[in-house]
């Protein structure tokens, strides 16, 4: 039991520090555009070289 003494409050520390990582990663807009980036693999300009046959 005293073992709790020590892993609860890691526990909620790493809980709050996952939380605060979420946050600021939706603050700084990484999930605008979720769209967009799945759709620009099939656009066909771009900077790549036209093969040569």
Known sequence: MNVLVFLVPIALF????GLGAFIWSLKSGQYDDLEGEALRILDEEGDEKPLKD
């Open 14 to 17: 790493m809980g709050l520090l």
